[in-house]
């Protein structure tokens, strides 16, 4: 029986998942998207097109590629809907797990309200995946499954309606009428079914007859509901753990954990963020790798790579090898600070902290490399560039793997 590769992201989301996947996916059966919603973007460019990516695993691109959206995944019908438009003999290419959480009209309109609350803020993209994942665990939730019996969900959509009139005062909204709702559910079951199928049964029979399958994550490790930067986490588990819980396999179905991390660092919305440069350099980073977010636009902060939390990272996730994206972007640079540890009230912490809260960055520099952009082979990048990599393979003690030099999908090494 084959075993599950999974890729994932070991800091705070927008490392570059989307490439690596796409660079991989010729060499899958399977690619599997096994939690979060379309707050994720995953952006691949292919002879200069950008194509973005926010519920349909990147393996789309390729036509032997069977693509699945797992029990673990929060699905606004319309978006995948005005997703998959972009694309052509998708039959049978793509399906969606009946387990699969519904993102409905509610859902977006209290996470948007919350959001204005500054007392509750936390920089989220209002796209409703908290507030879905909220009923999912309350056991309030409507499945992708559910509209396959229309006249049922509902009847049930009445009563959870009644249950939820409060939020109307609180946040002095209007919510959706049932029959608003009931239009929109009509709709979406139309329109869904041919892609409801059980995802769990593909996915065993495809190894159990030694297909290859890659599970693909989104978001980032550091954005994890339990282990990450609580509370400006996302509402799902983005380590490879959760690629179990969120596609039906088991552990023990684990085969290769590829990390995927930017040669520095980012961070959208609020929460820690130790490394961050405030300064020159944290803009020039943000210029050169265009770090605004695929999905909502908004600017990302940028800074120095985080070791220190990377290698807790790697740890979390079991990462057998990493890739190392965006190495372009460190180009021309005098000097390249890495945080190899964090202090405290001025004591240097010896492991992963509960909270960054107020917690310093330790760094250590590296002198600058010259431009390595469109670069395909490790031997013919600058020699401070290769140092740069095999210093961060020892600081991680984790083999770097693959080394992204451009956006383009052919830009990179592969060692």
């Given at each position: 029986m084959s075993k599950c590769d999974v890729i994932v992201g070991i800091q705070w989301g927008d490392e570059g998942k989307g490439k690596i996947v796409d660079n991989l996916a010729k060499n899958y059966d399977i690619v599997v998207r096994?939690?979060?919603?379309?707050?994720?973007?995953?952006?691949?460019?292919?002879?200069?097109?950008?194509?973005?990516?926010?519920?349909?695993?990147?393996?789309?691109?390729?036509?032997?590629?069977?693509?699945?959206?797992?029990n673990g995944v929060v699905i606004n019908v319309e978006a995948f809907l005005d997703e998959i438009s972009q694309f052509k003999n998708i039959n049978g290419r793509i399906y969606i797990s009946p387990k699969a959480h519904l993102i409905l009209p509610y859902h977006e309109i209290?996470?948007?309200?919350?959001?204005?609350?500054?007392?509750?803020?936390?920089?989220?993209?209002?796209?409703g995946i908290g507030p879905a994942y909220v009923d999912k665990v309350g056991r309030n939730g409507f499945r992708v499954g559910d509209l396959l019996d229309t006249d049922s969900m509902i009847d049930k959509m009445k009563d959870y309606l009644k249950s939820i009139e409060?939020?109307?005062?609180?946040?002095d909204v209007k919510l959706p009428s049932i029959d608003e709702l009931a239009s929109k559910i009509l709709f979406y079951s139309n329109n869904l079914k041919p892609f409801i199928k059980d995802t769990n049964e593909i996915l065993w029979n495809a190894m159990d007859n030694n297909k290859k399958i890659l599970l693909e994550g989104a978001q980032g490790s550091m954005l994890d509901i339990d282990h990450g930067t609580y509370p400006f986490v996302t509402s799902s588990n983005t380590i490879s753990a959760g690629a179990c819980n969120g596609s039906g396999i088991s552990p023990h179905d684990i085969g290769e954990v590829i990390g995927i991390a930017k040669a520095y660092c980012t961070r959208v919305g609020k929460g820690y963020f130790p490394?961050?440069?405030?300064?020159?350099d944290g803009?020039?980073?943000q210029k050169n790798g265009f770090e605004f977010g695929t999905t909502t636009g908004r600017t990302r902060r940028c800074g120095w790579f985080d070791a220190f939390a990377c290698k807790y990272a790697i740890r979390l996730n079991g990462v057998t090898s990493l890739a190392l994206m965006k190495l372009d972007v460190l180009s021309g640079f005098d000097s390249i600070k890495v945080c190899i540890g964090y202090k405290k009230d001025g004591k240097e912490l010896n492991s992963f902290p509960y909270s960054l809260d107020k917690v310093e960055p330790i760094y250590k520099e590296f002198e600058g490399f010259d431009d390595v952009s469109g670069i395909r082979e490790f031997d013919k990048l600058p020699k401070k560039a290769q140092e740069y990599i095999l210093s961060l393979e020892q600081i991680l003690g984790t083999r770097i793997s693959i080394i992204s030099t451009s956006p383009e999908r052919e830009d990179t090494i592969k060692r």
């Open positions: 096994y939690q979060g919603g379309h707050n994720a973007g995953h952006t691949i460019v292919v002879d200069g097109k950008k194509i973005a990516l926010h519920l349909i695993p990147s393996g789309i691109l390729y036509d032997n590629c069977i693509n699945l959206i797992g209290i996470d948007k309200f919350k959001e204005k609350d500054s007392n509750r803020s936390i920089g989220t993209t209002c796209k409060f939020y109307s005062s609180i946040y490394s961050e440069d405030f300064g020159e803009k020039r980073l």
